[in-house]
Nanobody, 115 residues
């Protein structure tokens, strides 16, 4: 069973930075596609960034140039570096790993951007 644990969320002022981490267990992590999603209150869960097993990355237009997704397969961890945060980035951020065609989700971590 694949298990994902996110961390690194919190309260930050506009213009600030946070780094989220997603640690995986129970999977051949280096082969997995891993993505970050976010869900704001009353809104759908949206894709933020994705990284493939070959380190190809892609981003939502709303975060491109501000967020960076990366992975460390030795630590079974994917990161989301978030810079120049805006109030509109406030949401619960979720990690998703696709392992052998099956999606697994973490429990989420809250990010609040407010002065």
């Amino acid at each position: 069973q694949v298990h994902l644990v996110e961390s690194g969320g919190g309260l930050v002022q506009p213009g600030g930075s946070l780094r989220l981490s997603c640690v995986a267990s129970g999977t051949f992590f280096s082969r997995d596609i891993v993505a970050w999603y976010r869900q704001a209150p009353g809104k759908e869960r949206d894709l933020v960034a994705v990284i493939s097993s070959s380190f190809f990355t892609n981003y939502a237009d709303t975060v491109r140039g501000r967020f960076t997704i990366s992975r460390d397969n030795n630590k079974n961890t994917v990161y989301l570096q978030m810079n120049n945060l805006e109030p509109e980035d406030t949401a619960v951020y979720y990690c998703k790993a696709t392992s052998r065609g099956v999606d697994f989700w973490g429990q989420g971590t809250q990010v609040t951007v407010s002065s």
